[in-house]
């Protein structure tokens, strides 16, 4: 039996003819939560029927906020400066469909990695909320939360749902749902006759979004043949949101020449801003490096004189501490105001054994020293979507713009010199729900015989288009283009094509200029049906780059380009990243490189990075390495 409406304990043994006694347990339901009471013989049976009830009624709530292509806040809006009465959390596992949490997903393996999975507990998800019980409700701290909560690395989709009795009531119900993802995480980076390579790591350790990670490496070739690293971080220390990482090993690649023979050990301490209402920002790294000849039968060979082993090691900082300036005085507005950020960079990398390079300088492998300020002035919002990264989870895409100026200095090889620079994206949504993304980025140090010297700046637009539906295949179009220009080149690197600005996937690294121009479009079909959980996407992609080679207008110079095609596949409940198979063609014939590319492509990255601030920075004009650009 199951009792609706307005009940209390009493009515409910009255009903059921029973006397309260310490072992029994009964459940009164009325019409918004359930409250558990100590009472009834009952317990097994009236619990499933609770269960079942809440279940419905969390898929009908689930279902209301499905609404993609629309702000975050734009659902909070109506129940803002209402009391919220109680916090209701449901999680549910990776195996259970978000669309209809009765019904589990079944496939092969399915039980096998439910044995191997816990559930969040409910204490984690409630540590990671920015609002409590009996505090007024705020549509843009609601809204930041839910993010937050979305892209937590052990949770699938998560969703916060405005339960109120009467519409004219004062006070209402929050219900926290969450779905977590399968922390388990498999993958080889390389398995050979001669070296094998892997990973293993849990996201969600016992359910408490603790992660560890552990990295094997044999190599027949190396000296000990046998190396590892480990990796453990505590999300959310005490409730500070607070993440401390520490990481050893002894498989890291050098900075000469990527061979697996550094030893690296650091802790990582970082506070993001989770949400524009909070007030400081920061995170501190520190750590040692050294290398070792563990590969001494391949240095030093008559028949590779070239190959030297070079030694060194390293102690290193980098810290960096920010503000948001007026952030708790912004809670009360009813609109979401401008916001301005403030924050400095100190960073050190100093040489205890510098490596012996013969007279040659090397960017990586030399002292440096920096202090950078930066101010962020930002407004966005956040759009639910999808299908952009991943295939059919909720994503959580920016509108609005997001700008920040840095100054400070840099010491290198004893050389001290001011720099200055910009990043300017401005995030946008037309009618139609077409995405895109305006960036420019700019920085410079300031010589005084030339003024700028090491002047890089990049600018571009990216485009993603409104998702077209074809029957059951579901299209999206991506086209992005840049141009990239280095002035008075000094220290700095120069301009490559063989990155996401360039051609990807061209191993070439001898292309470099001071010029670049790129165009590359991406047309991708998400395909309708899942095998084993894991959904398909084929794709078609061509890539130009113009690289200016020379001194001369970048007109005249050389053309790049490449066709290719593939397919990629992810199962959205398990925590590794995209999968794809790739084939490009490279018409152009370039001397060491392949002009057809079969590839295999493990771990892409399937979320977009929604911070509202990064650290300062000096300019990146062959990466991207805070995912910034669509």
Not at 472 to 501: C, D, G, M, W
Request: glycine share 6%; aromatic share 14%; hydrophobic share 35%.
């Amino acid at each position: 039996m199951c009792f609706a409406g307005n009940l209390n304990a009493q009515s409910v043994l009255d009903t059921l003819k029973l006397d309260a006694n310490p072992g029994i347990v009964v459940y009164a339901i009325d019409t918004n939560h359930i409250r558990q009471l100590t009472l009834s013989p009952l317990r097994r049976r009236l619990n499933a029927l609770v269960k079942n009830m809440k279940s419905e009624k969390i898929i009908e709530y689930v279902n209301e906020r499905d609404i993609l292509n629309e702000r975050i806040a734009t659902y909070f809006m109506p129940y803002e400066g209402k009391i919220i009465r109680n916090i209701i959390y449901r999680q549910f596992d990776f195996n259970i469909d978000f669309s209809d949490t009765t019904r589990r997903i079944d496939y092969f393996g399915t039980k096998i990695l439910s044995a191997l999975h816990t559930t969040s507990r409910e204490w984690v998800i409630r540590q990671n909320m920015f609002v409590k019980e009996n505090e007024v409700l705020n549509p843009f701290v609601l809204a930041d939360n839910e993010r937050y909560l979305r892209n937590l690395q052990f949770i699938r989709d998560a969703r916060i749902i405005v339960d109120m009795q009467h519409p004219e009531s004062d006070s209402l119900d929050l219900y926290v749902i969450t779905k977590d993802l399968f922390g388990l995480n498999i993958e080889a980076k390389e398995v050979t006759d001669k070296r094998q390579h892997v990973t293993v790591g849990e996201s969600n350790l016992f359910g408490t979004g603790q992660a560890i990670s552990i990295t094997a490496l044999r190599d027949i070739e190396r000296n000990p043949k046998v190396g590892a690293n480990v990796q453990y971080t505590i999300n959310n220390l005490l409730g500070t949101f607070l993440s401390a990482t520490i990481n050893a090993g002894n498989i890291h690649k050098n900075r000469y020449d990527a061979t697996y023979n550094l030893t690296d050990y650091n802790l990582r301490l970082e506070r993001p801003l989770f949400s524009q209402y909070s007030n400081y920002i920061g995170d501190i790294t520190i750590g040692k490096q050294r290398t070792y000849n563990t590969y001494p039968d391949y240095y030093n060979k008559p028949e590779r004189p070239e190959e030297v082993y070079i030694g060194y090691s390293q102690n290193y900082i980098d810290a960096a501490l920010g503000y948001n300036i007026n952030a708790k005085k912004y809670i009360l507005d009813n609109k979401m105001p401008d916001r301005n950020v403030i924050m400095m960079r100190y960073m050190n990398n100093h040489f205890v054994d510098p490596p012996d390079l013969q007279g040659r300088f090397s960017d990586s492998l030399s002292d440096r020293s920096a202090l950078l300020l930066q101010y962020t002035y930002f407004k966005q919002y956040f759009y639910k979507t999808s299908y952009i990264l991943g295939f059919g989870a909720t994503e959580d895409m920016p509108y609005g713009i997001n700008a920040s100026i840095t100054a400070g200095y840099q010491r290198q090889l004893h050389i001290k010199r001011p720099y200055v620079g910009v990043d300017i994206n401005n995030y946008t949504f037309t009618r139609r729900s077409d995405m895109l993304q305006y960036f420019l980025r700019a920085g410079s140090y300031y010589d005084r015989e030339r003024f700028f010297q090491d002047l890089n700046f990049i600018g571009g637009i990216s485009v993603y288009s409104r998702l077209f539906h074809f029957n059951h295949i579901k299209y999206r179009q991506k086209i992005q283009a840049s141009y990239a220009q280095q002035v008075n080149p000094h220290t700095s690197e120069p301009l490559r094509i063989n990155n996401l600005f360039g051609l990807n996937y061209f191993r070439e690294d001898s292309v470099m200029g001071e010029k670049r121009l790129s165009l590359r479009g991406e047309s991708i079909f998400f395909m309708p049906g899942k095998v084993m959980g894991f959904a398909f996407a084929p794709f078609l992609t061509f890539d130009a780059a113009v690289m200016d080679l020379s001194r001369h207008t970048i007109w005249h110079d050389h053309l790049y380009y490449a066709i290719g095609g593939g397919v990629r596949t992810r199962n959205e409940n398990l925590q590794f990243g995209t999968i794809e198979l790739r084939l490009n063609y490279f018409p152009k014939k370039i001397a060491r490189e392949n002009q057809i590319k079969i590839m295999l492509i493990t771990n892409l990255r399937f979320r977009y990075n929604s911070n509202y601030v990064s650290r300062p920075r000096f300019v990146e004009y062959n990466s991207d390495i805070y995912n910034n650009i669509y």
